[in-house]
């Protein structure tokens, strides 16, 4: 799996605003928190204002807060706000990948994949981050042997 920078981008600026939770942040305050461009990090609160992570608001008082409580917010949603479905193949779902011959069981790989990452996007919110307390089937795969090694 490849995180993308709006991916990226929009993961921490939720983080930001899990940890001003409730009160809003500027563009401006979430973008040098974060070190990340204010105009690309306005295009991703778009993006996760249209999917109802975010809240906006205009005027002095105005700013960005999250819709709901960081513990309710996984970053699967928050991903998938921005960059789509989290798994495809060739720009299909994995389920609806079909081959013939020796690959024909291969969308089963394909969904088990998918269904990996979700275990562990889908099942971690903003809050744990913030906290340190990732779930406990999370930690140990953090914990495998070469878990931080690079492939």
Excluded: C, N
């Amino acid at each position: 799996m490849q995180i993308s920078a709006r991916g990226d981008y929009a993961v921490r600026a939720a983080l930001s605003l899990a940890a001003a939770y409730p009160v809003r942040m500027s563009t401006q305050a979430i973008a040098g928190e974060q070190d990340m461009p204010r105009k690309f990090l306005e295009a991703v609160l778009a993006d996760l204002r249209r999917a109802g992570i975010v809240r906006a608001q205009r005027g002095a008082e105005g700013g960005y807060t999250l819709a709901r409580p960081p513990r309710e917010v996984t970053i699967g949603a928050i991903l998938r706000a921005v960059d789509g479905p989290l798994a495809e193949v060739r720009g299909l779902r994995p389920e609806q990948t079909r081959y013939d011959g020796s690959a024909q069981h291969l969308p089963g790989l394909w969904v088990a994949v998918r269904a990996a990452v979700r275990r562990v996007v889908d099942e971690v919110s903003l809050a744990e981050i913030i906290s340190g307390r990732l779930p406990a089937h999370v930690r140990r795969l953090t914990a495998l042997p070469d878990a931080w090694e690079p492939r």
